[in-house]
Structures are given as structure tokens and as C-alpha cells.
């Protein structure tokens, strides 16, 4: 008799897992025409992203937290024979609404290609498998299909990462691909003609902007979406709890008690005013710290909170959580944030009334 491993729990469940109720349901009470080959409407797929309730009650969660205008024009987009470019920030939610939407409108956000400066040309084309390529020659079967092609022969979306983070001349070979739809295979004598519901949703940091900048040709084959930094603490508050762990929240009973989110405000306030370089009142001007301090390191200072809390302390999230962790989200590089870091704790932290805990902390 086979005995049942005990090891359990898959770290990460890709967005169609995780979210597959969600999507089932939304599937089944959607009446509006589909895109060939879209497992929803456009409808209701920016009802995926941007959550909503059902007519049952059930509450779809909201996934991105924004402007849902921005999520209409990408999904729009993904209907027309051109492709989707997210730029914005480092955090602003590129990669995660690309795997949502990917998830949402083909059933997988699997097809995806990573862009590094090492990135090859058979990662968006296709390779060979060697052995097969030498002792059978080129035929179908060893030929190797990068994501891209299974996406135009599957007729879904995918995903490419850090576009420019590639080398132009691999950027380029996508040109043929989003003008032509299509893939010719010289070695084949034949090609690839993409399926109705292929398209391609590419992300780019505008941090990595002069680097591998896209070229005027390839970029008439995208629309430009810019996802923005959020507006407001309030904002900014609301997707760092909408993000909190599940699973840590489990064990904290699934309560952030109220004096716990006022803890969390304060995070947040000081990520704001230490990226836009003035307090929330405007009244003083502060230095800026150069490295990227983002919604998602906010949720990585909040989250590691949560699991100080509730493993080594009595389940209340207080200052002295939040703020080992802090200092190491906002000083990444000692030359350019230090100095901002030290000036925000003796000229904001230290005057305002109830941040008493966080001086303390902060300049032991
Ligand atoms: N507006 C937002 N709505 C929902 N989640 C957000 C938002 N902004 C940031 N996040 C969260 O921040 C994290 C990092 O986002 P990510 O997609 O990796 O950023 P990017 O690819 O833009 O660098 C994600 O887990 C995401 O949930
Ligand atoms: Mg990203």
C-alpha cells in the first residue's frame, strides 16, 4: 500500500487555479458574445480583473485596484490585431494583471517568455531538439515551439516579461509575427498562421527605459497602457490589504484588527512621502530615495509583519513588526537612500504625534 506523502501545498497556483471558481461562474452567467476562441466576454473579463458581485451574491474579488478604464482599454486591445504593452513603474501590477488577464481570456497565463539580455531568438520562435534534428533532419517533430508559436497555433495569449529587457534584434523578430500573423519556418517549407484569439501582452518597466528601448516598428504594433502608482494613501492602502497573505491571515483568525490597518497607514504614508518627495500636507519638501519603493515592497513589509506577529508575537501586528523590516524595503542602496532614510526619521517621524513607537524603533 502506497502511503500519502505528507509534504503539502504548492507554493504559487497559477491565476486560472487559484481563481478558478471565480472564473467558472463568471463563465456561466455571461451572455455576451465571446471573441473566437476567448473563454469570456470582454465584459467580463474586466469583471475578473476589477471584481464585482454576482447576481447570486457571490463576490468576485477584485484583482487589480484602479482605474477601471485603463483594464477596459487593455482588454479592448486584446480584441484588435494589436498587441498590449503594460509600461509603468517597478509594482504597479504589469506582471499581475498580464497573468490575470492571460488567465481570464484564455485559461492559462502559462505562455509565457521571460525577457533577459540573454533571451534567444527560439524563446519567441521556435529551437530544435538536436538528437531528433540529426538523425530524422527538419521535420515537424523536431522542431521545438517557443510559447509564442503554441499561443498563434493555440489561438490563446501570451505573455512576454521585460520586453526590453531583450536585445533589439530579438525584440524585432516579433514584428512579422503581430503584422503578419504569422510564422514562416524556412527549414519546414511551410509556416505557423496564428489562431483567432492569439495575441500578445508584453510588459515594460519604464525604469529600464534607453536600455533596450523598442524599436518605432515594433511599437506601432502595441497600444501603450500605463499602469500609474496610486494617487492616494487611502488607495495604496486598500490594494496592500486587499494583497495581504491568505494563508498568514488564516492563522491571524482573518482579523486586521482596525489599530493594526492605522499601523499599516503609517507605511504606507511613509512610502508615499518618501517617493514623491514631500509630506501627504505639502508642506515640507523632503529628499527623494533614488531606489524603487513601491506598492509591492509595501505589501512585502506588511506581509513579513504578519508572519512576526503571529509567530513570535501575540497575534496584534504593532509598530516593532512592521518596522524590523522597514528600514531594508526602503534603504536598498546605502549611497543614495540613506541619507533621505535619516533626514524622514529625524524631520517627519520624529515630530509627528502617535509615530512615538516608530522613532523609538527606528533610531535605536
Ligand atoms: N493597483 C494594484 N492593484 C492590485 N495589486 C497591486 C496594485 N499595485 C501593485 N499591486 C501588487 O503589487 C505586487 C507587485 O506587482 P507586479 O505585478 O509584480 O509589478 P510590476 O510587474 O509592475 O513590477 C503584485 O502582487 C500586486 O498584487
Ligand atoms: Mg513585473
Not at 487589480?64 to 517597478?90: F, H, K, M, S
Request: aromatic content about 6%; overall charge neutral; proline content about 5%.
Amino acid at each position: 500500500m502506497s502511503k500519502k506523502s505528507p509534504r503539502k501545498g504548492m507554493q504559487r497556483l497559477p491565476a486560472e487555479k487559484l481563481y478558478a471558481q471565480e472564473l467558472k461562474l463568471l463563465s456561466k452567467n455571461d451572455q455576451l458574445p465571446r471573441p473566437d476562441n476567448w473563454n469570456l466576454s470582454p465584459r467580463a473579463v474586466v469583471d475578473y480583473i476589477m471584481g464585482t458581485t454576482m447576481k447570486d451574491g457571490t463576490v468576485i474579488s477584485p484583482k487589480y485596484i484602479g482605474n477601471r478604464r485603463l483594464i477596459e482599454i487593455a482588454v479592448a486591445t486584446l480584441t484588435t490585431d494589436r498587441a498590449l504593452l503594460l509600461t509603468g513603474v517597478p509594482g504597479t501590477a504589469k506582471t499581475w494583471v498580464s497573468e490575470h488577464l492571460a488567465a481570464a481570456i484564455s485559461g492559462t497565463s502559462r505562455l509565457l517568455v521571460q525577457g533577459t539580455a540573454g533571451t534567444h531568438e527560439d524563446k519567441l520562435l521556435y529551437g530544435w531538439n538536436y538528437p531528433v534534428l540529426l538523425s530524422k533532419g527538419p521535420i515537424r517533430e523536431a522542431l521545438v515551439p517557443s510559447p509564442v508559436m503554441r499561443g498563434m497555433e493555440e489561438g490563446r495569449i501570451v505573455r512576454i516579461e521585460e520586453m526590453t529587457r531583450m536585445p533589439f534584434e530579438i525584440q524585432d523578430s516579433l514584428i512579422t509575427i503581430l503584422s503578419e500573423r504569422s510564422l514562416p519556418i524556412p527549414e519546414l517549407n511551410e509556416e505557423c498562421s496564428a489562431l483567432n484569439g492569439f495575441n500578445i501582452i508584453a510588459t515594460a518597466n519604464d525604469r529600464d527605459k534607453g536600455i533596450h528601448e523598442m524599436s518605432g516598428a515594433l511599437q506601432r504594433r502595441f497600444n501603450i497602457v500605463v499602469l500609474p502608482l496610486p494617487e492616494s494613501v487611502d488607495e495604496e492602502l486598500n490594494i496592500v490589504l486587499e494583497r495581504l497573505s491568505p494563508d498568514l491571515l488564516i492563522q491571524l483568525n482573518k482579523k486586521i484588527g482596525k489599530n493594526s490597518i492605522e499601523e499599516i497607514r503609517k507605511v504606507v504614508t511613509i512610502f508615499k512621502e518618501l517617493r514623491d518627495g514631500q509630506t501627504i500636507d505639502k508642506k515640507s519638501s523632503l529628499k527623494k530615495v533614488n531606489s524603487t519603493i513601491s506598492t509591492a515592497e509595501i505589501i512585502a513589509v506588511v506581509n513579513n509583519g504578519l508572519a512576526m506577529c503571529t509567530h513570535f508575537g501575540d497575534g496584534t501586528l504593532k509598530t516593532e513588526h512592521l518596522a524590523s523590516s522597514l528600514e531594508g524595503a526602503i534603504v536598498k542602496n546605502r549611497e543614495t537612500d540613506e541619507a533621505p532614510w535619516r533626514e524622514y526619521i529625524e524631520l517627519v517621524i520624529k515630530k509627528r504625534k502617535d509615530w512615538g513607537a516608530y522613532f523609538e524603533y527606528l533610531s535605536r
